[in-house]
């Protein structure tokens, strides 16, 4: 094990957390990332048991999730394995896929709502131009949020996962921040 | 303006960057006889229609696919669009 | 004046506030507009042109007069309308637009000088001589002209953005939209109403007549409830949609908390994108006026306007009031104001067979033709039957027809098609897709036609759509069509204002007739008509049948009138959607961020992100001496720099190799696994333009770098050349730029360094890791790593690359452990100053304009091989290009060397002729005692040695530079192969 200590997106050395009226964003160091592309002409690989899902959605099982990102590309989260080496355990696991880490290429920010969905919703509407309405659970997309590249995924009626470039993950906390208390 | 991306339905045209005429996927080949008159063609001479057009956008804050948007430049009306990968595999002869 | 009876005010509580320093006081509900009247103020603006004194005109947001600068202090607020002004407690306001008092403006006397400020009159007065302008003839205009003025001082208050989308966008909360809401959420569809107005109802509000058989008032509130209790269905109440785009997507802005005195943590504004499938325009109509002699006299309003202050606001302008008409609609506004106890002077109807609707005196066939009370209407001319009389008024109702109100209608250049029942245009059926006008603003204005209309549109969008409309039972209500007779203004001596925002009367219109400014676009820009910023809501059409009357044409044909949004003013601020000061745009952070920040690191913009410009130390005085130091100490001990900024992209596949060799203009498909290679990328025309490194991790997988202001547009190349061009390879990419810290070591003592955080097993010695060796390996205790031995500085360097989580701790670590090896963080200017020592190209060089041949890498443009920009790379133009990159140092040391000055053979005649090159990059080297600099020289690789001069002409400088090799640093470049 390094004798490195690792420090958060967000430069501290625990994780963000806050609560805003019915809203927790919480910052979420701990899930691992990889990328899974599939090669030309291979066949699409069920890694550690899940089946991979479809354009513009997020699936979880088996201890691990993965959200549609592209034509025969997915990003698979594997929570509390950030510190592992869990794009080379993948690979193990998806012949015939290219495989590429980027546990720390991306910081996950959850939003749970206390009261329902419409805290939830109210806050999409004020960040992304997506039609919320037709953004149920299951759903993941890439989209522009206040000028950043950002990943949505709604977990479910309740919660919204947001996650940004690791280099703008101070600039998005700012903007959730500010968000979810214009909404109060 | 609203791109029908193939995959992904109805998307805002602020998450696409454009390029510009589709033609661009036909790309001369470098090693051939008179390429330098084929890519002076390729690189500088362009349509520019007022009406249909076929052409290239990036879904750069999306799925990062290239597509083919068929659009009329007068109205903006929005006729048609395709992967872009799926038209140049068809101008190769090759399977979609 | 006091308060009249009714009205929708709540008189149980007081509102206190300010106008010009005076304090008065009014009541929820109303509107400053409303308010003032009520306390007896008649006189709110100047005009803009001729400071005219003038009163309101109108009751809603096209009012054109009374404008006003709302609050103090940073909050103040030029050019708000006092119609649309809600009132708060504590509320204060200005007139504005003159210089002394409202009353006694020392700019009147423009009124005085009316004959030289006629049609044209700035094209022609202010066109000569040239040097005035700047100095004399701006200065002068922007003093007398204008209208408000701002407060010099930053916004204090928030505004944020959001994006909505729905079946259905309602644009208007009156009869019409309110019906077309009721039947589309009643039948299940995703609904938005908007409505400008504080108050759901629009024009029910300012009416008398009943809806079935309760008043306007009670239907809206029932009708309100039910759309509250609907899941399907939001109003919003103070949102103006203000544009239609394309593919139906509106811009709207909602005033949050603009009805409060601070908006109290809440923003301000916000501005909403809305993403509709359909949309119903229910904006209504506009009343017009008719344009007589002095018809600008504060008092003279609209009728409608005089009508809807009188039942919704329970005031009047004045006790004794008359009504200029052309339409049974005048008379209207006679019998409220009546029925609320208010003298009627008379209503003057230009018809000749009109009738008195009511009790009061009626002049059939007649006319207004002048007035008088220069700041409050005393007295109306009216000519009747050959006869003139004087009249005594307070206020003077006009109602010359309605206009529909079809500004979003036009929005894609739709054009208005001339109705000659309603003597009015309609929205054409060409306009926005998918828009579809209803109620008054379609020309359906009686209050059954709007509900009918209202109900219609909704179920016809519901169709298109494919869902089933459920038709709700619309109450009984009033159905007169008012067809007004063509009256577009009163013949007559004196001046009549057409449009009263920018000051254009009948004279001006018949002067730009004279000068053969006849096409509507050219009346526009000589008069300056409807270019205010009310777009001559009420004076577009009048002006147009004035027109129309001189060329003896008919309206349609002398042409129509189209818009742009913004219907009304829309801030600044709230477009910008929050995004100020540091937030403006995203600012990306480097994983050593704030352990440089913990430093004292000064920071500096590049692109998105902040990095490390230098370290400076104590004692240290000047920006150069930390810099000198830090490329020193890397020079003769090992120097640390985070370069994570620069693009990463994850390049796997069978058929990566081949198509890195198609990218780059030099071969990378025969890199040996384990090694890294320099690429250079072309434009397809031929012109250099990215350059970074190729590393082989593996037979299918590269990583590769880009520069850090290209890695956006170089990933997009890579993914059209992937999908695009060569689609049928076996290549996956993915960006790692974020994923990865990047560490630069460089200097003599690298190798050292890095020894001691490399585990055990890696053997580093420079047999096993030469120079262009990449590996992956572990560091510190087992953390995985990455490791390129390549060099920007001419060092001995290295690039080690870790998770960057642990960016922070690596960079604590290399300068803790590396201290008695002399281990100093550098900047990006360190960073700069020695890639110019050493001669490495970057963005100065890679400009967009140099080729490769220039830049010296012309053998590097493989011939064996198709790569983009190859072919174009060698074509004659380029070919025959002669300038080539060197390096430039003074031969007078204490001489600057700057960059962007151009370069001549000494003694030669400047010119563009003669011009033989520039200077891309300068800077002071430490290394060689001087400024040096690298440059483009014509035949510069022939000239090394040659004593040439630079010139800068914006300085006045010319500086003798010798020409020399472009590696000032170790040329044959020993030191990175140790």
């Given at each position: 094990m390094t004798d490195l200590t690792p420090i958060t997106a967000l430069g501290a050395d625990k994780p963000a957390k806050q609560q805003f009226g019915p809203l927790r964003i919480s910052e979420n160091p701990a899930a691992a990332l990889a990328s899974l592309a599939l090669r030309r002409g291979a066949s699409r690989p069920m890694p550690m048991g899940l089946e991979l899902p479809g354009p513009g959605k997020w699936a979880a099982g088996h201890g691990v999730a993965a959200f549609w990102t592209g034509p025969d590309q997915w990003m698979i989260e594997a929570e509390n394995r950030a510190i592992e080496d869990f794009a080379a355990d993948l690979t193990a696991h998806a012949a015939g896929c290219s495989i590429t880490e980027q546990t720390d290429g991306w910081t996950v920010f959850e939003i749970v709502s206390e009261s329902g969905d419409a805290p939830i919703r109210a806050m999409m509407e004020k960040l992304v131009n997506l039609d919320v309405a037709a953004f149920g659970p299951g759903s993941a997309t890439r989209t522009g949020l206040h000028h950043m590249s950002v990943f949505l995924i709604r977990r479910s009626g309740d919660r919204l996962a947001i996650m940004t470039m690791r280099s703008t993950a101070s600039e998005l906390w700012h903007v959730l921040e500010e968000t979810a208390k214009g909404l109060g | 303006m609203l791109i029908p991306h193939p995959l992904l339905g109805l998307r805002d045209a602020q998450e696409f960057t454009y390029l510009g005429d589709a033609r661009l996927i036909e790309r001369p080949d470098g090693m051939a006889e008179g390429a330098e008159a084929a890519f002076a063609d390729y690189v500088y001479l362009r349509d520019n229609p007022a009406g249909v057009h076929r052409e290239l956008w990036f879904h750069e804050q999306g799925d990062r696919s290239w597509l083919v948007v068929t659009r009329d430049t007068v109205t903006h009306e929005i006729l048609g669009a395709e992967l872009a990968r799926d038209v140049a595999l068809r101008g190769k002869g090759g399977a979609a | 004046m006091t308060r009249l009876s009714?009205?929708?005010?709540?008189?149980s509580r007081s509102l206190s506030f300010t106008f010009d320093g005076r304090t008065f006081s009014g009541h929820p509900g109303d509107t400053l507009a409303s308010a003032l009247l009520a306390n007896n103020v008649r006189l709110m603006g100047r005009s803009f042109k001729y400071h005219r004194p003038r009163g309101l005109i109108a009751a809603g947001s096209e009012e054109p007069n009374a404008l006003v600068e709302l609050r103090s202090g940073a909050r103040l607020e030029p050019n708000t309308r006092a119609t649309v002004a809600e009132l708060y407690d504590g509320l204060s306001a200005r007139s504005q637009n003159r210089i002394g008092s409202l009353s006694f403006d020392l700019l009147a006397m423009n009124d005085l000088l009316s004959p030289f400020f006629a049609a044209g009159f700035y094209y022609k007065t202010f066109m000569w001589p040239r040097a005035f302008w700047e100095k004399l003839y701006e200065p002068a205009i922007r003093r007398a002209a204008g209208l408000g003025s701002l407060s010099m001082q930053a916004d204090p208050d928030a505004y944020d953005k959001g994006f909505l989308h729905c079946d259905l966008l309602v644009i208007g909360g009156g009869a019409a939209g309110l019906a077309a809401a009721l039947t589309a959420a009643r039948s299940g569809a995703q609904v938005i109403l908007a409505d400008e107005d504080f108050r759901l109802g629009g024009r029910l509000l300012a009416e008398t007549h009943l809806l079935g058989d309760e008043p306007a008032t009670e239907w809206v509130a029932g009708v309100e409830e039910e759309l509250a209790s609907l899941p399907n269905l939001r109003i919003m109440r103070r949102t103006t949609v203000f544009g239609a785009f394309d593919h139906g997507i509106y811009g709207a802005v909602e005033r949050v908390a603009d009805h409060l005195p601070e908006p109290g943590g809440k923003p301000r504004q916000t501005l909403w994108r809305i993403t509709a499938k359909r949309a119903v325009l229910a904006a209504g109509a506009i009343e017009r006026h008719i344009p007589f002699a002095n018809n600008d006299r504060p008092g003279i309003m609209l009728a409608g306007a005089m009508r809807a202050f009188a039942n919704r606001w329970a005031v009047s302008p004045a006790e004794r009031v008359a009504i200029f008409t052309?339409?049974?609609?005048?008379h209207r506004t006679a019998i409220d104001l009546a029925a609320k106890g208010i003298e009627i002077a008379g209503v003057i109807d230009s018809r000749t067979d009109a009738k008195a609707l009511g009790d009061y005196p009626i002049f059939a066939g007649g006319l207004v033709s002048n007035a008088k009370g220069r700041l409050g209407l005393t007295k109306i001319e009216v000519r009747q039957n050959g006869r003139s009389q004087w009249i005594d008024c307070g206020a003077l109702g006009i109602s010359g027809g309605w206009n529909p109100n079809l500004h979003l209608a036009s929005h894609h250049r739709g054009r208005p098609v001339w109705d000659e029942t309603l003597q009015s245009f309609v929205p054409a059926k060409d306009g926005p897709p998918g828009l579809i006008a209803a109620g008054a603003a379609n020309g359906q204005g009686s209050t059954a036609a709007a509900l009918r209309s209202g109900a219609e549109a909704a179920a016809q969008a519901l169709a298109e759509l494919d869902l089933k409309a459920m038709m709700p039972e619309l109450p009984q209500a009033e159905d007169a069509v008012s067809k007004p007779q063509a009256l577009w203004h009163v013949p007559g001596k004196g001046r009549a204002w057409v449009d009263f925002q920018n000051d254009v009367t009948v004279k001006d219109i018949k002067l730009a007739h004279q000068e053969n400014m006849r096409p509507v676009e050219h009346l526009k820009r000589w008069t300056t008509l409807g270019m205010a910023t009310d777009q001559g809501k009420t004076a577009n059409v009048t002006a147009l049948a004035v027109m129309s009357e001189l060329t003896g044409k008919s309206i349609p044909e002398t042409g129509t009138t189209i818009f742009r949004p913004p219907y009304t003013g829309v801030s600044l601020s709230v477009l910008g959607g929050g995004n100020t000061a540091e937030h403006f745009r995203p600012r990306r952070l480097t994983p050593t961020h704030h352990w440089a920040k913990s430093q004292g690191a000064v920071f500096v913009e590049v692109g998105p992100w902040m990095r490390a410009q230098y370290f400076p130390r104590p004692g240290e005085t000047h920006w150069r001496e930390t810099v000198d130091r830090e490329v020193l100490a890397t020079r003769k001990g090992v120097g640390i720099c985070d370069v994570t900024t620069l693009g990463k992209v994850d390049v796997q596949g069978a058929d990566a190799g081949e198509f890195l060799n198609r990218l780059y203009c030099n071969g990378m498909k025969t890199l040996k696994v384990g090694m890294v290679r320099y690429g250079l990328m072309l434009r397809e025309d031929g012109i250099a333009w990215d350059d970074g490194t190729c590393a082989r991790l593996a037979e299918d997988h590269y990583v590769v770098t880009t520069t850090t202001a290209q890695a956006g547009p170089v990933y997009r190349h890579m993914e059209f050349a992937r999908q695009c061009l060569w689609p049928d390879m076996d290549v996956q990419l993915i960006s790692t730029t974020d994923a990865w810290a990047q560490i630069a070591v460089a200097g003599p003592n690298a190798r050292r360094l890095l020894e001691r955080i490399v585990d055990e097993g890696f053997n580093i010695s420079n047999e096993a890791f030469p120079f262009m060796a990449c590996a992956s390996l572990t560091i510190c205790g087992g953390l995985r790593a990455r490791l390129f031995r390549i060099s920007f500085s001419g060092e001995l360097a290295y690039e080690v690359a870790v998770p960057a989580r642990f960016g922070h701790a690596l960079m604590q670590r290399l300068v803790k452990t590396g201290k008695d090896l002399g281990a100093t963080p550098y900047g990006t200017e360190a960073l700069g100053v020695m890639r110019i020592e050493k001669g490495h190209a970057a963005g100065n060089e890679l400009n967009g304009q140099t080729s490769p041949q220039m830049l010296g890498m012309g053998r590097m443009v493989s011939t064996k091989k198709d790569s983009i920009g190859a072919v174009m790379s060698r074509r004659e133009g380029l070919a025959a290009e002669t300038r080539r990159l060197v390096g430039l140092q003074p031969v007078d040391p204490a001489q600057p060397v700057v960059a962007g000055a151009h370069l001549f053979t000494e003694g030669a005649a400047q010119s563009m002729a003669t011009d033989q090159g520039w200077i891309s990059s300068a800077g002071y080297s430490p290394h060689i005692g001087a400024h040096i600099g690298l440059g483009f020289l014509a035949h510069g690789d022939e000239r090394i040695g040659e004593v040439i001069t630079a010139a800068n002409p914006l300085d006045g400088q010319q500086v003798a530079l010798r020409v020399v090799s472009a590696h000032f640093v170790d040329p044959d470049g020993g030191r990175l192969r140790d």
């Amino acid at each position: 094990m390094t004798d490195l200590t690792p420090i958060t997106a967000l430069g501290a050395d625990k994780p963000a957390k806050q609560q805003f009226g019915p809203l927790r964003i919480s910052e979420n160091p701990a899930a691992a990332l990889a990328s899974l592309a599939l090669r030309r002409g291979a066949s699409r690989p069920m890694p550690m048991g899940l089946e991979l899902p479809g354009p513009g959605k997020w699936a979880a099982g088996h201890g691990v999730a993965a959200f549609w990102t592209g034509p025969d590309q997915w990003m698979i989260e594997a929570e509390n394995r950030a510190i592992e080496d869990f794009a080379a355990d993948l690979t193990a696991h998806a012949a015939g896929c290219s495989i590429t880490e980027q546990t720390d290429g991306w910081t996950v920010f959850e939003i749970v709502s206390e009261s329902g969905d419409a805290p939830i919703r109210a806050m999409m509407e004020k960040l992304v131009n997506l039609d919320v309405a037709a953004f149920g659970p299951g759903s993941a997309t890439r989209t522009g949020l206040h000028h950043m590249s950002v990943f949505l995924i709604r977990r479910s009626g309740d919660r919204l996962a947001i996650m940004t470039m690791r280099s703008t993950a101070s600039e998005l906390w700012h903007v959730l921040e500010e968000t979810a208390k214009g909404l109060g | 303006m609203l791109i029908p991306h193939p995959l992904l339905g109805l998307r805002d045209a602020q998450e696409f960057t454009y390029l510009g005429d589709a033609r661009l996927i036909e790309r001369p080949d470098g090693m051939a006889e008179g390429a330098e008159a084929a890519f002076a063609d390729y690189v500088y001479l362009r349509d520019n229609p007022a009406g249909v057009h076929r052409e290239l956008w990036f879904h750069e804050q999306g799925d990062r696919s290239w597509l083919v948007v068929t659009r009329d430049t007068v109205t903006h009306e929005i006729l048609g669009a395709e992967l872009a990968r799926d038209v140049a595999l068809r101008g190769k002869g090759g399977a979609a | 004046m006091t308060r009249l009876s009714g009205g929708l005010i709540d008189r149980s509580r007081s509102l206190s506030f300010t106008f010009d320093g005076r304090t008065f006081s009014g009541h929820p509900g109303d509107t400053l507009a409303s308010a003032l009247l009520a306390n007896n103020v008649r006189l709110m603006g100047r005009s803009f042109k001729y400071h005219r004194p003038r009163g309101l005109i109108a009751a809603g947001s096209e009012e054109p007069n009374a404008l006003v600068e709302l609050r103090s202090g940073a909050r103040l607020e030029p050019n708000t309308r006092a119609t649309v002004a809600e009132l708060y407690d504590g509320l204060s306001a200005r007139s504005q637009n003159r210089i002394g008092s409202l009353s006694f403006d020392l700019l009147a006397m423009n009124d005085l000088l009316s004959p030289f400020f006629a049609a044209g009159f700035y094209y022609k007065t202010f066109m000569w001589p040239r040097a005035f302008w700047e100095k004399l003839y701006e200065p002068a205009i922007r003093r007398a002209a204008g209208l408000g003025s701002l407060s010099m001082q930053a916004d204090p208050d928030a505004y944020d953005k959001g994006f909505l989308h729905c079946d259905l966008l309602v644009i208007g909360g009156g009869a019409a939209g309110l019906a077309a809401a009721l039947t589309a959420a009643r039948s299940g569809a995703q609904v938005i109403l908007a409505d400008e107005d504080f108050r759901l109802g629009g024009r029910l509000l300012a009416e008398t007549h009943l809806l079935g058989d309760e008043p306007a008032t009670e239907w809206v509130a029932g009708v309100e409830e039910e759309l509250a209790s609907l899941p399907n269905l939001r109003i919003m109440r103070r949102t103006t949609v203000f544009g239609a785009f394309d593919h139906g997507i509106y811009g709207a802005v909602e005033r949050v908390a603009d009805h409060l005195p601070e908006p109290g943590g809440k923003p301000r504004q916000t501005l909403w994108r809305i993403t509709a499938k359909r949309a119903v325009l229910a904006a209504g109509a506009i009343e017009r006026h008719i344009p007589f002699a002095n018809n600008d006299r504060p008092g003279i309003m609209l009728a409608g306007a005089m009508r809807a202050f009188a039942n919704r606001w329970a005031v009047s302008p004045a006790e004794r009031v008359a009504i200029f008409t052309n339409n049974d609609d005048g008379h209207r506004t006679a019998i409220d104001l009546a029925a609320k106890g208010i003298e009627i002077a008379g209503v003057i109807d230009s018809r000749t067979d009109a009738k008195a609707l009511g009790d009061y005196p009626i002049f059939a066939g007649g006319l207004v033709s002048n007035a008088k009370g220069r700041l409050g209407l005393t007295k109306i001319e009216v000519r009747q039957n050959g006869r003139s009389q004087w009249i005594d008024c307070g206020a003077l109702g006009i109602s010359g027809g309605w206009n529909p109100n079809l500004h979003l209608a036009s929005h894609h250049r739709g054009r208005p098609v001339w109705d000659e029942t309603l003597q009015s245009f309609v929205p054409a059926k060409d306009g926005p897709p998918g828009l579809i006008a209803a109620g008054a603003a379609n020309g359906q204005g009686s209050t059954a036609a709007a509900l009918r209309s209202g109900a219609e549109a909704a179920a016809q969008a519901l169709a298109e759509l494919d869902l089933k409309a459920m038709m709700p039972e619309l109450p009984q209500a009033e159905d007169a069509v008012s067809k007004p007779q063509a009256l577009w203004h009163v013949p007559g001596k004196g001046r009549a204002w057409v449009d009263f925002q920018n000051d254009v009367t009948v004279k001006d219109i018949k002067l730009a007739h004279q000068e053969n400014m006849r096409p509507v676009e050219h009346l526009k820009r000589w008069t300056t008509l409807g270019m205010a910023t009310d777009q001559g809501k009420t004076a577009n059409v009048t002006a147009l049948a004035v027109m129309s009357e001189l060329t003896g044409k008919s309206i349609p044909e002398t042409g129509t009138t189209i818009f742009r949004p913004p219907y009304t003013g829309v801030s600044l601020s709230v477009l910008g959607g929050g995004n100020t000061a540091e937030h403006f745009r995203p600012r990306r952070l480097t994983p050593t961020h704030h352990w440089a920040k913990s430093q004292g690191a000064v920071f500096v913009e590049v692109g998105p992100w902040m990095r490390a410009q230098y370290f400076p130390r104590p004692g240290e005085t000047h920006w150069r001496e930390t810099v000198d130091r830090e490329v020193l100490a890397t020079r003769k001990g090992v120097g640390i720099c985070d370069v994570t900024t620069l693009g990463k992209v994850d390049v796997q596949g069978a058929d990566a190799g081949e198509f890195l060799n198609r990218l780059y203009c030099n071969g990378m498909k025969t890199l040996k696994v384990g090694m890294v290679r320099y690429g250079l990328m072309l434009r397809e025309d031929g012109i250099a333009w990215d350059d970074g490194t190729c590393a082989r991790l593996a037979e299918d997988h590269y990583v590769v770098t880009t520069t850090t202001a290209q890695a956006g547009p170089v990933y997009r190349h890579m993914e059209f050349a992937r999908q695009c061009l060569w689609p049928d390879m076996d290549v996956q990419l993915i960006s790692t730029t974020d994923a990865w810290a990047q560490i630069a070591v460089a200097g003599p003592n690298a190798r050292r360094l890095l020894e001691r955080i490399v585990d055990e097993g890696f053997n580093i010695s420079n047999e096993a890791f030469p120079f262009m060796a990449c590996a992956s390996l572990t560091i510190c205790g087992g953390l995985r790593a990455r490791l390129f031995r390549i060099s920007f500085s001419g060092e001995l360097a290295y690039e080690v690359a870790v998770p960057a989580r642990f960016g922070h701790a690596l960079m604590q670590r290399l300068v803790k452990t590396g201290k008695d090896l002399g281990a100093t963080p550098y900047g990006t200017e360190a960073l700069g100053v020695m890639r110019i020592e050493k001669g490495h190209a970057a963005g100065n060089e890679l400009n967009g304009q140099t080729s490769p041949q220039m830049l010296g890498m012309g053998r590097m443009v493989s011939t064996k091989k198709d790569s983009i920009g190859a072919v174009m790379s060698r074509r004659e133009g380029l070919a025959a290009e002669t300038r080539r990159l060197v390096g430039l140092q003074p031969v007078d040391p204490a001489q600057p060397v700057v960059a962007g000055a151009h370069l001549f053979t000494e003694g030669a005649a400047q010119s563009m002729a003669t011009d033989q090159g520039w200077i891309s990059s300068a800077g002071y080297s430490p290394h060689i005692g001087a400024h040096i600099g690298l440059g483009f020289l014509a035949h510069g690789d022939e000239r090394i040695g040659e004593v040439i001069t630079a010139a800068n002409p914006l300085d006045g400088q010319q500086v003798a530079l010798r020409v020399v090799s472009a590696h000032f640093v170790d040329p044959d470049g020993g030191r990175l192969r140790d």
